[in-house]
């Protein structure tokens, strides 16, 4: 299967402590974004990346986030001092260079903050 | 923040029906995108509508855009039980690269 990977898929943390996510895009694609969804809400745009350069971060992502993609394959995402408010689904896409072509996401990474 | 808005938030019907979701967004965009998620699962690529179309058919999917409306409807002809899942329309930006998500349409489907 060469789909979106993530890894966790579950991730139980208590208020505080760091966590990192990994996703590993679709080989060829350009493209990697990070979403956040919370239950019975659409995703909200975190980040994206084109191969290794960070394009846009939102402005609502505090500064406890942060994501790389060192070598523009696969890339993490990770959560400072964490708190209950930051539990959600975090998903990744990737897509071709085309801008604004179709996304392939990822099955997610649950995290809940104890 | 999100740009689209669908409507009805939750749709129930019966297997065979027709189901329709609408969305509506704010800005100019390039193209409009519908997606599926089946609980707690990424979402899946339904079919892509570009800013100078109207209407688009995938299969028992059927997309129109009204881009003077800024809005547009997915239908779903003689549906199943199986396409139970929530449905989020998405659109980019003219400048931006990113695709902003509603809030979704969760459709149930009783056989």
């Known amino acids: 299967d060469t789909g979106v990977s993530q890894n966790p898929r579950h991730k139980i943390t208590k208020r505080g402590q760091n966590v990192t996510f990994r996703c590993d895009p679709i080989s060829e694609h350009n493209r990697l974004y990070w979403y956040r969804q919370t239950l019975g809400q659409g995703p909200e745009f975190l980040t994206y990346f084109q191969n290794e350069a960070q394009l846009e971060k939102s402005r609502l992502l505090s500064d406890r986030f942060s994501a790389e993609r060192p070598k523009g394959s696969f890339s993490t995402l990770e959560i400072q001092r964490t708190e209950q408010g930051d539990s959600a689904m975090y998903l990744c896409?990737?897509?071709?260079?085309?801008?604004?072509?179709?996304?392939?996401f990822g099955s997610g990474t649950q995290l809940s903050v104890l | 923040s999100q740009q689209g808005e669908e409507d009805p938030q939750a749709l129930s019907i019966q297997e065979g029906e027709n189901a329709t979701m609408n969305c509506s967004y704010k800005t100019s965009i390039n193209n409009l995108q519908w997606y599926r998620q089946n609980s707690g699962r990424g979402l899946v690529h339904l079919i892509l509508i570009r800013s100078n179309e109207r209407e688009k058919h995938s299969g028992r999917l059927r997309v129109t855009l009204d881009t003077s409306k800024k809005s547009s409807s997915l239908l779903i002809t003689a549906s199943r039980a199986a396409d139970t899942a929530s449905y989020f329309c998405a659109t980019d930006e003219r400048q931006g690269g990113k695709l902003i998500f509603g809030q979704g349409t969760e459709l149930s489907v009783k056989p």
């Open positions: 896409a990737s897509s071709l260079l085309v801008a604004s072509e179709k996304l392939f």
